[in-house]
């Protein structure tokens, strides 16, 4: 059996964390996939090199009905726009595998882990060999998978998830999508855009649910402008016939009906991959959803065994699985001055059509929690920048306790969403109260942060 002193499981941020300060230690890492886990291969990174492109030929469309410009013959050549991306992420994914294993101190393993006991794995390596290791330390980094819905029929069918759509050899005619939540919207809005006829079937009332019930009201309204929207509806049945799936839908008063399409995408959620690990047989404890326990430091409940990124927690996002990273990494190397992980701010973004970026509660959460708030909007209308793009959609809302003007939360519909949120994730990060960020700085004029500096001033002039 081969001893090391660190065993990493995964190669998204948990490859991220071994800096040079553990040139010292015997390292190794397990990947049962491709070097740089969702993000990179099929995740944030591929599916915003399509987003952007989409959003260009959506906003070629609405410059013509709205702005008095005619954009004419817009297309898409999708073989030379998807091996454009692939063909830069690619390189990256074989070059990290490659770095990896030239290090003298690291050994790569290509292949399927799962724990025997406490800090000792068993690799079902990919020539078909099996490997048994152990370390003084494991950091369970393995990520999350597509979840798979118990609908008759789909088994053997040539459905996509997200891991493998984005590479389809040319664009769907008709996309059905299973979902409807940020995979389901931000993937809807590039197909769509792309020239695909899509059809989103969700059981909910409304797209994007765990967002605030405002913004999720308004992006499904916009959004059932670009796709066709099946709500209150569920996939009750699929079958795939001379090229085509055929799915059997129910609505919520027991109709059914058929939907044809081309080309099924299944975006139902991921699914954390601790229990493929069996985590259990190292002490590791889960929650009801799957997720790996830890504590601030992110150890778990088993002596030496660290966790991080989608595989613990459900937020599933790039950015906080960075800063796990970071944590995990400082706590290997300094046992006697751990760091805690920090989540009181966490911003995050759907880039869909129209645009979401969010942080801290929704309206429903302190509602929930009985927090006494106001609430403070803005139309993009209402701003100069706003007119300038003629948005009809789009605003801003944030969230405040009125006692001491602090920030609970904040959440915007609209172009550059994203962006925007940043400055008031940086307020609540640093405890800046509304009160001062509206009032002791100097706004840009005309931009898009007045929208923000607009709810601010409603929120302050709200009755408590």
């Given amino acids: 059996m081969d001893e090391f002193d660190l065993l990493i499981i995964g190669t998204g941020s948990g490859n991220s964390l071994l800096s040079e300060e553990f040139s010292s230690w015997k390292v190794g890492i397990i990947e049962r996939s491709v070097f740089g886990g969702t993000c990179l291969n099929a995740g944030c990174i591929p599916s915003k090199m399509l987003v952007l492109p989409a959003d260009r030929m959506r906003e070629a469309v609405e410059a013509s009905e709205r702005l008095n410009v005619e954009i004419n013959a817009v297309s898409v050549d999708w073989p030379s726009l998807r091996d454009r991306i692939f063909g830069r992420i690619d390189p990256i994914a074989a070059g990290g595998t490659s770095y990896r294993q030239q290090q003298d101190n690291v050994t790569v393993f290509l292949g399927e882990a799962r724990f025997l006991k406490e800090r000792t794995l068993s690799i079902e390596l990919h020539d078909g060999s099996t490997k048994v290791v152990s370390a003084r330390h494991v950091v369970i980094a393995a990520g999350a998978h597509p979840h798979m819905p118990d609908l008759p029929g789909l088994q053997g069918t040539p459905f996509h998830t997200s891991d493998s759509i984005m590479r389809i050899e040319e664009l769907p005619k008709h996309l059905i999508i299973l979902g409807g939540g940020f995979i389901a919207a931000e993937l809807g809005h590039v197909f769509s855009a792309l020239g695909s006829h899509v059809s989103v079937i969700h059981r909910g009332s409304e797209m994007l649910r765990h967002t605030d019930s405002e913004i999720s009201s308004r992006f499904t309204k916009a959004f059932s402008d670009q796709v066709d929207l099946h709500l209150n509806a569920a996939a009750v049945s699929v079958q795939h016939v001379g090229g085509s799936f055929e799915l059997t839908l129910q609505s919520g008063s027991g109709e059914q009906s058929l939907l044809s399409g081309d080309a099924l995408l299944v975006a139902t959620g991921r699914t954390p991959n601790g229990r493929q690990l069996d985590v259990g047989k190292a002490g590791v404890n889960l929650d009801s959803s799957g997720y790996v326990l830890t504590d601030s430091t992110l150890l778990t409940d088993a002596p030496g065994v660290w966790a991080l990124g989608d595989v613990r927690n459900s937020w599933q996002l790039k950015h ?143 009755p408590e």
């Fill in 320 to 462: 906080l699985a960075n800063q796990e990273a970071k944590v995990v990494s400082h706590n290997l190397l300094n046992p006697d001055s751990p760091i805690s992980i920090d989540q009181r701010v966490i911003p995050h973004a759907v880039f869909s059509h129209p645009q979401i970026g969010s942080v801290g509660l929704t309206e429903q959460q302190l509602q929930a929690g009985g927090q006494n708030y106001v609430v403070g909007s803005c139309e993009y209308s209402n701003v100069a920048f706003g007119w300038a793009l003629e948005d009809t959609t789009g605003f801003a809302k944030i969230l405040i306790d009125p006692t001491d003007w602090r920030i609970l939360g904040a959440h915007v519909l609209g172009p550059q969403a994203a962006t925007l949120m940043q400055q008031i994730a940086q307020a609540m990060q640093f405890e800046v109260p509304a009160d001062r960020l509206a009032k002791e700085q100097i706004w840009c004029h005309p931009a898009l942060p007045e929208v923000l500096e607009n709810a601010l001033l409603s929120a302050l002039r709200s």
